[in-house]
């Protein structure tokens, strides 16, 4: 799907004001409100109507080195999203743009928490 004029002069202007969609993702420490803090955040603006539209997305995380977590500032159009599947489906789909796949390192284990994996 190729954006219009005006809609690729609306990419090139984005500002959070123009989001639509907004997520916080927050850590509560030991699940207290009180001692809440900001990681990240997901923002998308609708710049394509129809119920197959195009938004222009933010994805923000903040590092955190002792684990190895990156940050990410990432900002990107998202082409032909079906608004009939939701706005979980969205996020979803900016997260797979945004988010690198992990790096296995060879002094840590590919199991979760919680895995049932064996020991070698």
């Known amino acids: 799907m190729d954006l219009t004029r005006e809609e690729r002069d609306r990419t090139d202007e984005y500002e959070k004001e ?6 916080n993702v927050e850590v ?3 699940g207290r409100e009180e001692r809440k803090y900001k990681i990240g955040e997901i923002t998308a603006g609708n710049i394509a ?9 933010r994805v923000q995380q903040a590092g955190y080195e ?5 940050a990410i500032d990432e900002e990107f159009l998202l082409r032909d999203h079906d608004r009939g599947t939701g706005a979980m489906a969205l996020i979803r789909d900016a997260l797979l743009i945004a988010v690198p796949p992990p790096v296995i390192s060879s002094d840590r284990s590919e199991a979760g928490v919680g895995s049932t994996l064996p020991e070698e």
């Open 66 to 70: 002792p684990e190895g977590v990156p």
């Open 28 to 30: 509560w420490p030991w």
């Open 49 to 57: 109507g129809g119920r197959i539209s195009s938004y222009k997305v």
């Open 18 to 23: 123009e989001a639509m969609l907004v997520v």
